[in-house]
């Protein structure tokens, strides 16, 4: 893909509206110099000094930055959060990206999704994280706010040229109900589902699992990429895509598969929130009108730029994908 491909898809995403329905999380990040740190007085340990704090969109929320920095005409992320300090700090996040927070419905009976990491420092140059402090939901929607929930989806996604799904939460914002909707919504415009669990319950959508999750979804048989591709397509009545990672993806329709490799980069790498960018990249360009090929080679392309992004869950911008051709 050379520069002329790249700035063709990005001023043709620049004209493409986006609705995305998913788990939006907050990431958290909490560093902590141990140098600082006075063994308690009341307690036989020593506290952790929290002198830097940052925070940044998670999970769907995440994926919805991505839309933003590669410059879509616009992203309608539809959620639900709660009445929490992290809700507040979710929708600084949302205005703060230029994110339109209106289909994020508000339930003070939910816990806003968080991800809480420690970050320890001290003498050396070495970061140590710790166990990371998980802030999730335990039960179901209410039939009020999933009632709520579906009439945003439904009026973002007659606004959108793509719906794109993050369904991440044992106990998220993807209901049965939901995913139906999602589901009907996919026989007359493009879905891009991303699940972490359920993935082979998309129907008519384009889904988009790894290659373990594309083998639990097949009831654990190691059959190859190419041959999980083609049976989860068959399953669906829609294309496949199946990431591995540092190698590349799988691109199947109609029964054809095609791999398509990825750039080879050199480490550190950190991969997490890849795969949000590899989604919205994905979306972006396809909705775009690029083939479904293409649009994997273009979200590849993104990955290769947010993988060398250390300690963040990141975006990618125009600017830093032109500097790779």
């Avoid at 190419?226 to 049976?231: N, P, S, V």
Wanted: charged letters at 25%.
């Amino acid at each position: 893909m050379d520069k002329a491909d790249i700035k063709r898809i990005l001023e043709n995403a620049g004209k493409v509206t986006v609705c995305l329905a998913g788990d939006i999380c907050l990431d958290a990040y909490w560093l902590a110099d141990m140098k600082k740190s006075r063994l308690s007085r009341e307690t036989p340990h020593f506290p952790l000094p929290v002198t830097q704090e940052r925070y940044s969109l998670g999970g769907g929320g995440n994926a919805a930055a991505n839309f933003a920095a590669l410059g879509v005409k616009k992203v309608m992320p539809v959620s639900v959060i709660g009445d929490d300090w992290r809700a507040v700090l979710v929708k600084n996040c949302l205005a703060k990206s230029g994110i339109d927070g209106g289909y994020v419905v508000a339930d003070a009976g939910r816990v806003t999704p968080c991800y809480c990491k420690p970050l320890r420092s001290g003498i050396s140059d070495t970061v140590y994280e710790d166990p990371r402090l998980d802030f999730e939901n335990y039960s179901p929607l209410s039939e009020e706010t999933e009632e709520k929930l579906l009439a945003a989806l439904k009026e973002a996604a007659e606004k959108a040229d793509i719906i794109a799904v993050c369904d991440q939460l044992e106990y998220g914002v993807i209901t049965p109900k939901i995913r139906e909707c999602l589901c009907e919504i996919a026989k007359k415009k493009p879905v891009v589902a991303d699940s972490r669990d359920r993935i082979a319950l998309y129907k008519n959508a384009i889904i988009k699992p790894n290659d373990v999750e594309a083998a639990a979804a097949l009831g654990g048989n190691a059959t190859g990429t190419e041959a999980a591709a083609k049976t989860l397509s068959e399953k669906t009545g829609a294309p496949v895509i199946i990431t591995e990672g540092a190698k590349g993806a799988v691109w199947c329709e109609a029964g054809k598969t095609v791999f398509v490799p990825a750039l080879k980069i050199e480490p550190p790498v950190d991969t997490v929130g890849a795969g949000d960018t590899f989604l919205a990249a994905f979306c972006a360009a396809y909705a775009a009108g690029e083939s479904g090929e293409k649009a994997v080679e273009f979200a590849n392309l993104a990955c290769a730029v947010t993988v060398k992004k250390i300690g963040v869950t990141g975006t990618v911008s125009p600017e830093e994908i032109l500097a790779l051709a």
